[in-house]
């Protein structure tokens, strides 16, 4: 017996939560429990007296799956919306990273024409080292740090990708 | 030093387990069923301080959820249980998995280490909420003798609205021991995200009254959900099948919300189902699911699961609405409220019940197959004929029936018919054995003047025996119905269907005398072996006032039948065993 592919749509949730203790297990919980896939997940308080946060899950799934996880993620106690933004149309997504390069010489240039060229900023710099900061989109992220690959990457810390609607309504 | 606080401002300064007891009081709480332990001692020493709520001394945490659930389940009020930190939480959690799966409205106190303590893996120590996060409605950790209050009050709002289930409430020792002064105490914690469906849309129930009054071969499909509504909508569907002339078919969670004994019945579907409500559901072009959750038990193979048909589906819960199987017109709604909207709606628009004759002729067809029958035998009893004699002796008196889990669980859905909702309390979802004692003892004490019967199996109740001490304790004549074959019949059932009667430790060895077993208990023990004793050994049953235990002696080899084997559609039922073949490919051996 083998076990099938199963087709797979990548989705960008924003849910409103409750800011309360055990809220991000309850969500991240809920997607290992029920065999959901998370590729990425962010989290911050969004409210300003730390009452309301806004987490923004990047998922994948069947189109049957992506209604559940949606489903189940407003059952949640402490769920106020869910918003499937791949479905509600117009959108912008951003992450943030963080890309640590070590090198001397032709790699060092041409690691900061690599920098230059993506709009990446020098946070740190050493003689033998840079720290850049890059904003965009996932795949432009992916494509810079799969360049530093080959001038020296060190490390790399990314956020996760936030995102919200376009035009002037909320979700 | 400490400055004097004035006294009336003293006099309303409670502690935590003061505040507790307190709003347990305030919601109307009856009975808390519990045990003591260190993390608890606080609470149970406010519970020592008071008289009206009564405490009810379980002998394993388990027994004390599933009597809770029992109590729920039977009196349509929320169940309340009192354990410590550590393994009383951990013994409390496949109870309140149970009732998660089953919605069944608990609201479980757990003791937990003083908050100073947590993470430090302090005696009795576990992470109480981390492992009931998945298995409970919600849960709290309650950090704070002000919030005590709020939080139980949010927690029976939770446990009790929309898809009831299990709220854990977390309380850490110091939160019960110290004090808050009342004008701290906030009156609720709201969620303010936390909505539960109510009254149906009304163009959603105009929609559902012109897909029914068109249907030529309509169906009921009703579950647990009408039970949960209250006893009113157990009428209300009474109500609508009378006035669209429809037959109506139930899961295992939903049986008494439609009479048995009514012509439209058509006995539980599913896996155990009968063969005129599966080939119904599978030839039907209309079906109206409500309170029910299109369970893999229910549905067999699911692209072959009733091809030609429309579906409505009512529920509560929106996550249940399109998780197995598509819907064409989803109503997220109180099943109460849907039928009252359904009824008004058919009458104000004059509608009557169409013809419906040539689908109650297939529907005939099918019924004389009579699948519940079973092979005859004077030389043994006949498990499925225990029970029925069961409900030929008991039906006058209305008795309340619990179950544990397997082959007599089946068959008690199969032979004892309900009438009522309230009166059938299994383990659906989880499929919990050791359920039907405690639950049993929970259901008699909702009401005393009840008869109560565990029908069981000898390997099910084995895992919570224990209990039988619980019943002594508060004097509860509950009765356990023991189907005694030697086996865990279920599980040698499925070897002999799939593993070609490998009977891989499914054999019930070294079982304990019953008969001693529950005189030592100080309950009154029957044994009933042959057929022509099983009349006189009910009757002794019934007219013994105290608990009675009956070890009754059944075919050893009995199979419980019809069923749809796993992975199969509802056409392919086997009626009796000599249609079973000894082995199956991987991927039925894969399907539960």
Same mark, same amino acid.
């Given at each position: 017996m083998h076990l099938p592919p199963e087709a797979a749509e990548r989705h960008t949730l924003s849910v409103i939560v409750?800011?309360?203790?055990?809220i991000l297990a309850r969500v991240a919980g809920l997607f290992s429990s029920r065999g959901y896939n998370i590729e990425s997940l962010t989290v911050a308080d969004v409210s300003g007296d730390s009452a309301l946060s806004r987490i923004t899950i990047v998922t994948s799934g069947s189109p049957h799956v992506i209604e559940q996880i949606i489903a189940q993620l407003e059952r949640l106690?402490?769920?106020h919306k869910v918003t499937d933004l791949t479905a509600y149309g117009p959108h912008v997504e951003r992450e943030l990273a963080l890309v640590k390069v070590a090198g001397t010489g032709e790699h060092r240039i041409e690691a900061m024409r690599l920098a230059d060229i993506y709009r990446a900023r020098v946070l740190d710099a050493t003689t033998g080292s840079f720290v850049f900061e890059i904003t965009g989109s996932s795949d432009k992220l992916d494509t810079f740090i799969a360049l530093m690959r080959e001038v020296g990457l060190v490390e790399v810390a990314r956020t996760g990708v936030v995102a919200i609607a376009r035009g002037k309504d909320a979700v | 030093m400490l400055t004097e606080r004035p006294t009336e401002d003293k006099a309303q300064e409670k502690s935590g387990a003061d505040w507790l007891i307190e709003t347990l009081d305030e919601l109307g709480v009856e009975f808390v069923f519990g045990y003591p332990g260190g993390a608890v001692l606080p609470i149970y020493d406010a519970l020592f301080r008071q008289e009206r709520i009564r405490h009810i001394l379980v002998r394993q945490e388990g027994g004390a959820v599933h009597a809770a659930e029992g109590y729920a389940r039977s009196t349509g009020r929320p169940g309340v249980v009192l354990v410590t930190s550590g393994p009383g939480a951990t013994n409390a959690v496949t109870g309140i998995t149970d009732a998660w799966l089953d919605s069944i409205p608990l609201v479980i106190l757990t003791g937990q280490v003083p908050t100073s303590l947590i993470?430090?893996?302090?005696?009795?120590?576990?992470?109480t909420v981390g492992i009931t996060r998945h298995c409970s409605k919600h849960n709290y950790l309650v950090r !704070?003798?002000?919030e005590v209050a709020a939080t139980i009050r949010e927690a029976f709002h939770l446990a009790t609205s929309g898809r009831p289930g299990p709220v854990v409430v977390d309380l850490p020792k110091n939160v019960q021991v110290a004090s808050a002064p009342a004008d701290t105490v906030p009156d609720r914690i709201a969620h303010r995200g936390y909505r539960p469906a109510g009254a149906p849309a009304s163009a959603d129930i105009d929609s559902a009254i012109e897909m029914l009054a068109a249907a030529t071969r309509p169906v009921f499909y009703t579950g647990g959900g009408i039970i949960n509504a209250g006893p009113e909508a157990s009428r209300l569907l009474r109500e609508l099948a009378a006035l669209t002339g429809a037959p109506v078919t139930s899961t295992l969670m939903g %049986?008494?919300?439609?009479?048995?004994? $009514?012509?439209q019945w058509l006995g539980m579907l599913g896996m155990h189902g009968t063969y005129e409500a599966n080939m119904a559901m599978n030839r039907a072009d209309l079906i109206v699911c409500i309170?029910?959750?299109?369970d893999d038990r229910v549905t067999g193979r699911l692209d072959a699961f009733s091809p030609g048909s429309m579906k409505i589906h009512i529920d *509560?819960?929106?996550?249940?609405? +399109? &998780?197995n199987v598509r819907v064409d017109l989803p109503i997220v709604a109180d099943a109460g409220q849907a039928l009252a909207a359904l009824i008004e709606t058919w009458r104000a628009r004059g509608k009557t019940a169409g013809n419906l004759s040539h689908w109650w002729t297939m529907i005939e067809g099918w019924r004389a &197959?009579?699948? %519940?029958s079973y092979p005859a035998s004077r030389a043994e009893i006949m498990p499925q004929a225990a029970i029925r004699r069961l409900w030929e002796m008991t039906r006058e008196r209305h008795p309340i029936i619990s179950t544990e889990v397997g082959q007599h669980q089946m068959w008690a859905a199969q032979h004892f018919d309900f009438?009522?909702? +309230? &009166?059938w309390l299994t383990s659906g979802? %989880?499929?919990?054995?050791?359920?039907g004692l405690p639950a049993a003892i929970g259901a008699q004490l909702g009401d005393p003047e009840a008869l109560v019967i565990d029908i069981a199996g000898e390997a099910s109740i084995q895992?919570?025996?224990?209990e039988m001490a619980t019943a002594v304790q508060y004097r509860l004549p509950v009765k356990v119905f023991i189907l005694n074959n030697e086996y865990m019949g279920m599980v040698r059932q499925w070897q002999e269907l799939t593993?070609?009667?490998?009977?891989?430790?499914s054999y019930s060895a070294a079982l304990p005398d019953f008969v001693r077993l529950a005189e030592a208990y100080g309950w009154k023990g029957i044994r009933i072996e042959r057929p022509e004793d099983l009349d006189a050994g009910i009757g002794e049953m019934l007219d013994y006032a105290g608990p009675v235990m009956v070890d009754c002696r059944v075919a050893k080899l009995a199979n419980c039948f019809p069923m749809i084997p796993?992975?199969?559609? !509802?056409?392919?039922?086997? %009626?009796?065993? +000599?249609? *079973? $073949?000894?082995e199956m490919d991987d991927e039925a051996k894969a399907l539960v």
């Open positions: 409750d800011n309360e203790a055990g106690v402490p769920v | 993470g430090t893996d302090a005696f009795q120590e576990c992470d !704070h003798p002000a %049986l008494g919300a439609f009479p048995a004994s $009514s012509p309170g029910a959750r299109f *509560v819960d929106r996550s249940s609405i +399109n &998780k &197959k009579k699948s %519940l009438e009522d909702p +309230n &009166k979802g %989880l499929g919990t054995m050791g359920y895992m919570n025996i224990q593993y070609a009667s490998r009977y891989s430790e796993s992975g199969a559609a !509802h056409t392919e039922m086997i %009626l009796q065993a +000599n249609e *079973v $073949s000894g």
